[in-house]
Nanobody
Framework: QVQLIESGGGSVQAGGSLRLSCAAS???????MAWFRQAPGKEREFVAA??????TYAESVEGRFTISTDNAGSTVYLQMNSLKPEDTAVYYC???????????????WGQGTQVTVSS
């Protein structure tokens, strides 16, 4: 069973920045790593994903968020800048065999980390 441990969540004012980290228990070089988020009362939604040199973002975060991995290939990051109140959600790290924006297609999940952006 793959373990994904997120960290870096917290509370910030609008316009601020946070950096999320996700440490995987395996080398992730040949897997897709992604971030999803879920706000209260809403469905889980795609945020960003990376696999090899392919990167994709949700339109709502494009230009503000940056996904990256470390050289060892076991940690994925999400740098979040210019945060907005609507970015408030639990952010989940995910790992799967291919890039996808659909949560149902992702087999491995972290426990989630709360991000709260106040206006």
């Amino acid at each position: 069973q793959v373990q994904l441990i997120e960290s870096g969540g917290g509370s910030v004012q609008a316009g601020g920045s946070l950096r999320l980290s996700c440490a995987a228990s395996i080398r992730t070089k040949n897997y897709a790593m992604a971030w999803f988020r879920q706000a209260p009362g809403k469905e889980r939604e795609f945020v960003a994903a990376i696999m090899w040199s392919s990167i994709t973002y949700a339109e709502s975060v494009e230009g503000r968020f940056t996904i990256s991995t470390d050289n060892a290939g076991s940690t994925v990051y999400l740098q979040m800048n210019s945060l907005k109140p609507e970015d408030t959600a639990v952010y989940y790290c995910a790992l799967g065999p291919f890039l996808t924006r659909l949560p149902d297609q992702v087999p491995n999940w972290g426990q989630g980390t709360q991000v709260t952006v106040s206006s």
